[in-house]
């Protein structure tokens, strides 16, 4: 995965920053005559997410001297991958977060779009504030999530995602001496694995479901990419020893009233390992709710954009994983391009071209190898709960034909993460396609829900009006 490499960006992006930066005055100075001149009070350029996607949209937007925003749903900015590092002084995330602020970049900290209104605004909430966003171009970043597939005893305390066990060691679990299998498919496995094992947990096994062709091949393909061979390595290096099989499965969690021992099936043979934490995820699933209730088309579950990173609806751009699950690099390639094209300027848009069809390459060829493998619908049982939020077993939902049907009459995928968990878990499942978002794509206050502020739109309100 794509920690190791943040390091080496750091000393380029260092002297493309200073650059950028001198770059930057020249150009307000020139240009914020006319900008605030012709007096509209939307924002340029408005982007949503915090993580390396729209950190670098909004940096290379806000370099062209133009107005821009950044909405992020946490109080610290860095998505996924570098929100713990917020507070770490040399951490990439606190590196560009001051670049933003130097650029005068509106930061909305702690803010979740959950609505767009037509006229180009974005309705989001701020603790109990409601948040209206006017902008002219529009850059959605809304990163990815992990899939979970259910199996029996999935729902048992101590029985969490892979990037779940990851965050919370992040936020303070001890894990120190706790026996711990991580489970599932994916790049982020061995990340996850690499960091709890640092962190002093007894990493008993690490079960990839990928078959072991698949990931050869893959590990081959990895050869043209010599940075991604630096992180294997440096991942191969922090799990050496742990015992590590491929197309394997989970068959299920075991456990009283929390997590006792995991059930695996490898190469067909089951066995059963006592242990205190099982960390299951399987691969990423892209946050695209937002982008298709603001209207941009999908192509195969992602956002489909042209070159420049536009959607199909003009002035909205998408970066990142929402595109396509290709990581860290290749969010940041993605939100320089979209942030350097929303503010019109295409030529520097077009110098990062390259390394992103490059990453685009490799992104398909780890997507393929760690692609579901057809038997893992045989684990899921007719007990087994798939929607955790309205307690909807499987059984319940195979009576149906689609995710409508079963909605209307299950509730499944009405509750608090609104289908977030058990939606890709039935498109794998149940080969069912979900139904296009409706407002709130996020749950929000009822009293927030349809009004709108009256009165001509201030840049957003309630909160303060920018410089
Ligand atoms: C759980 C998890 C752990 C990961 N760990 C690693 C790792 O250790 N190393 C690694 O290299 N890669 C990791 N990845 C992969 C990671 O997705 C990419 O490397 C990279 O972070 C993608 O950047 P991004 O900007 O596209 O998305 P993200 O980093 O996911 O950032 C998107 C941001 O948008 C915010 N957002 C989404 N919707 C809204 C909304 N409606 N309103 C406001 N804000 C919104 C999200 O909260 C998030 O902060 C992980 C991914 C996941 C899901």
Redesign the pocket.
Known sequence: ???ASALNVVPKLMAYRIAALVRFFVVRAWKSVAMTGNGSDRFDVVV????????AAAASAAECGVRVAL????VD???????AQANDQQAPAVDWIRTLELAGVQLFRG????DWGSGNVLR?EQGDQLCEIGYHKLIL??????RFLPFPGWTLPNVM????L??LVKSGLVIKDKRVVIAGTGP?LL??AA?VRQRGANLLLICEQAARAALARFTFGLLGHPKKVGQSLALLKATRGVRFVTESAIIAAHGTRVLEQVEISVAGKNEIIACDYLAA?FH?VP?TE?PALVGCQLENGYVAVDEYQQTSKAGTYC????TG?G??EL?LME?QIAGFAAAGHHRLAKKFFSRRNQLRRFASAMNRAFALREELRNHTLAETIVCRCEDVTYSQLQKHRSWRAAKLDTRCGMGPCQGRICGPATQFLLNWSLDAPRPP??PAAVEHLGTSIEGPQPEYSRIVRSA
Do not use: C, H, K
């Open positions: 995965m794509e920690s949503v997410g915090g993580g390396p996607a729209g950190l909405v992020d749903d946490q900015f860095g998505g996924q991958v570098w929100r803010t979740r779009v959950f989001a970043a809304t990163g990815a999530r992990e995602g892979a990037g779940g990851q965050a982020l990340a996850v960091y995820g990423l946050n937002l970066a990142g994983e929402p699950i990581g860290l969010a939100g794509v996020w």
